[in-house]
T-cell receptor, first 106, second 113 residues
Framework: KNEVEQSPQNLTAQEGEFITINCSYSVGISALHWLQQHPGGGIVSLFMLSSGKKKHGRLIATINIQEKHSSLHITASHPRDSAVYICAVRLTWLIFGTGTRLQVFP | EPEVTQTPSHQVTQMGQEVILRCVPISNHLYFYWYRQILGQKVEFLVSFYNNEISEKSEIFDDQFSVERPDGSNFTLKIRSTKLEDSAMYFC???????????FGQGTRLTVV
């Protein structure tokens, strides 16, 4: 059983579209991370949140602790946003979701 | 901006050989981690390290694996006798506290032939 589920697995968008990626988890956590992985493989941390909402540029992350659900939104998507977006929940280490592969076309 | 650095970026080794993957965590961080990602699969936790000892490890982290912080800056993962199934991307991460944000290195791609 996966402790962290993401949807969708794959997402294709036209430049400028609003993107939503969802994450549900089944364990008690201290925080949730959203991460970005580019084709070269490197992982970049986008957000860590334990409640409410965070915004950084065109990225917005929300979390509902009671419902064990988080969303990552990208406003005005751009081809350079194309990457795999990964949700990971923090116990004392991180448990990763399988990722959402996003492709944004011009 | 401080970053976690890993070397080498790619290592090819023969089955049965020992490999050492190296990481330099962010300097004021106290918690260190190794994760791995087999091609096409999700990232998995291997081990966490704090105060010069292993704090937690997963089932993957068996006797073939060991970690060390040989000096004040490096954090290494050793695989004693590599197997084909050890081929993966290995990520080092560090964080200031046990519940604070973790920062990842660019990864070492290990290929066992």
């Amino acid at each position: 059983k996966n402790e962290v589920e993401q949807s969708p697995q794959n997402l294709t968008a036209q430049e400028g579209e609003f993107i939503t990626i969802n994450c549900s988890y089944s364990v008690g956590i201290s925080a949730l991370h959203w991460l970005q992985q580019h084709p070269g493989g490197g992982i970049v941390s986008l957000f860590m949140l334990s409640s409410g909402k965070k915004k950084h540029g065109r990225l917005i992350a929300t979390i509902n602790i009671q419902e064990k659900h988080s969303s990552l939104h990208i406003t005005a998507s751009h081809p350079r946003d194309s990457a795999v977006y990964i949700c990971a929940v923090r116990l004392t280490w991180l448990i990763f979701g399988t990722g959402t592969r996003l492709q944004v076309f011009p | 901006e401080p970053e976690v650095t890993q070397t080498p970026s790619h290592q090819v080794t023969q089955m049965g050989q020992e490999v050492i993957l190296r990481c330099v965590p962010i300097s004021n961080h106290l918690y260190f981690y190794w994760y791995r990602q087999i091609l096409g699969q999700k990232v998995e936790f291997l081990v966490s390290f704090y105060n010069n000892e292993i704090s937690e490890k997963s089932e993957i982290f068996d006797d073939q694996f060991s970690v060390e912080r040989p000096d004040g800056s490096n954090f290494t993962l050793k695989i004693r006798s590599t197997k084909l199934e050890d081929s993966a991307m290995y990520f080092c991460a560090s964080s200031r506290g046990s519940t604070t944000e973790a920062f990842f290195g660019q990864g070492t791609r290990l290929t066992v032939v």
